[in-house]
């Protein structure tokens, strides 16, 4: 039972471009959700959360959505930046208990 | 910054070996995880340790798996016989004690196991 969905494997975007990267979930009990970015030979590194009672936070040039009714959330990059190439991993929790993660997604911006 | 620090960066063992993998974690946070990461696949959960007892575990964290955090500052994983499912790289994460909030997780660079 995968709770955590993220349905696309892969995004290449061109820089200045927006990115967008999905993220479903199952579990209705899920009350933070949180994106996380991994470079190769790093550990993924927290990026923005969103809490289940807000349907919007923004952070700079990264913003994340939540629909809780359609249990799913969205990361915005804009404008997205080479730099920002990486996996992106979207993770929940219920209640400051354990994350659990999606498959992640990544994302190549090309210059 | 503070970072959590992970020892070794990369083991190679035999199958059936044991392996520690160490941890030290940011020294204000009192959670503490660790999760794997197969080649290609998702970040797993395997455990979660607090006040010096393991308070969730996953189906993973069988009895081959231990945790322990003997000195108060290293937090370490056992392995009692591998297993070559067993090569991924492993995380360990730690968090402040929040008692609500995002559940912010700070991660290692990793340890990458390769069981032949």
């Known amino acids: 039972d995968q709770q955590v969905k993220q349905n696309s494997p892969s995004l290449s975007v061109q820089e200045g471009r927006i990115s967008i990267l999905n993220c479903d979930y199952t579990?209705?009990?899920?009350?933070?959700f949180l994106w996380y970015k991994k470079y190769p030979a790093e550990g993924p590194t927290f990026l923005i959360s969103i809490s289940s009672i807000k349907d919007k936070n923004e952070d700079g040039r990264f913003t994340v959505f939540l629909n809780k009714s359609a249990k799913h959330l969205s990361l915005h990059i804009v404008p997205s930046q080479p730099g920002d190439s990486a996996v992106y991993f979207c993770a929940a929790s219920a209640q400051a208990g354990k994350s659990t993660f999606g498959d992640g997604t990544t994302l190549t911006v090309k210059p | 910054e503070p970072e959590v620090t992970q020892t070794p960066s990369h083991q190679v063992t035999q199958m059936g070996q044991e392996v520690i993998l160490r941890c030290v974690p940011i020294s204000n946070h009192l959670y503490f995880y660790w999760y794997r990461q197969i080649l290609g696949q998702k970040v797993e959960f395997l455990v979660s340790?607090?006040?010096?007892?393991?308070?969730?575990k996953s189906e993973i964290f069988d009895d081959q798996f231990s945790v322990e955090r003997p000195d108060g500052s290293n937090f370490t994983l056992k392995i009692r016989s591998t297993k070559l499912e067993d090569s991924a790289m492993y995380f360990c994460?730690?968090?402040?004690?929040?008692?609500?909030?995002?559940?912010?997780?700070?991660f290692g660079a990793g340890s990458r196991l390769t069981v032949l």
């Open positions: 340790f607090y006040n010096n007892e393991i308070s969730e």
């Open positions: 579990n209705s009990m899920f009350d933070y």
């Open positions: 994460a730690s968090r402040r004690d929040e008692v609500s909030g995002a559940n912010v997780l700070t």
